[in-house]
């Protein structure tokens, strides 16, 4: 797998461990360009991995709510976690994951494992955040990926290791003079809205994409899928904390 010049991975999913994945790429000294490795081996390479081993992997943020994880699903941008970072400033919510949400099924409960990784946030949005007092401070030295900083985790990240999935939100971002709007779909529309968000590390097996057709039909019969029309704005968020709260909390 190739993700920019001399940055390049080879993937052996029938190994485990440091064995799956081989840097290709020339030795750099510099800790920032060390940093980026270590973000795509953790956040763009395991994640496929887990997937081929049997979980199903969403490309989400994620954080707990009184013991279930909210995983919020979207498109690169659509501000996942940006918001899954500022809800944990909550007393009663901590973050859990950023990027990727991998989860097991177990009867009819869906558990989802941790992932406490790198958070990547928009420059902008996180100095932004930092000043709210939405997240905690940083370094700006950071490491960069993509334009986004790599934040570590915080006091506000969970340690623990597994928990149940409550819900999976599909976010929209729209115009800021718009309301945040939160509809429930159903079972067939849960289904198109999650498949949208999986990663993938070969879609020419067969039996893989048989095992993933039937952990989403499976999923989707019981776990509440919603989609959130949101103002994408930093000045609108905590409106839209007050939705979330206000639907699935109070």
């Known amino acids: 797998m190739e993700y920019e010049e001399g940055l390049s991975f080879r993937i052996n999913p029938f190994k485990t461990g440091r064995d799956a994945v081989r840097y290709l790429g020339q030795e750099n000294s510099n800790p920032k360009y060390r940093s980026i490795c270590e973000h795509l081996i953790k956040n763009q390479i395991t994640p496929l991995l887990r997937a ?6 969403f490309h989400a943020s ?28 909550h007393e009663y919510i901590t973050h859990w994951s950023d990027d990727w ?16 990784f790198a958070t990547r946030l928009e420059s902008s ?9 939405l997240i905690a401070p940083f370094n700006a030295s950071l490491g960069h990926f993509d334009g ?10 969970t340690q623990s290791l597994s928990t149940n999935l409550g819900l999976l939100c599909e976010l929209i971002p729209c115009s800021p003079e718009k309301e945040p709007s939160l509809i429930k779909l159903n079972s067939f529309q849960a289904f198109r809205c999650i498949s949208k968000h999986l990663y993938r590390l070969d879609t020419s097996s067969t039996e893989h994409l048989k095992q993933e057709f039937s ?36």
């Open 148 to 157: 986004k900083l790599l934040l570590e985790g915080d006091e506000n990240q």
């Open 125 to 133: 949005h996180a100095h932004a955040l930092a000043k709210k007092q």
């Open 62 to 89: 994620a954080v707990i709510v009184r013991g279930l994880c909210w995983g919020f699903l979207g498109k690169s941008g659509a501000g996942k976690s940006t918001l899954a970072k500022s809800l944990s400033k």
């Open 101 to 116: 949400l991998e989860a097991r099924l177990v009867g009819n409960q869906s558990k989802v494992l941790n992932n406490p």
């Open 215 to 250: 952990q989403l039909t499976n999923l989707v019969q019981f776990l509440p899928v919603y989609r959130l029309h949101y103002p994408h704005s930093l000045a609108d968020l905590s409106t839209v904390h007050q939705t979330l709260i206000n639907k699935f909390v109070d």
């Open 52 to 57: 081929w081993n049997g979980s199903v992997v």
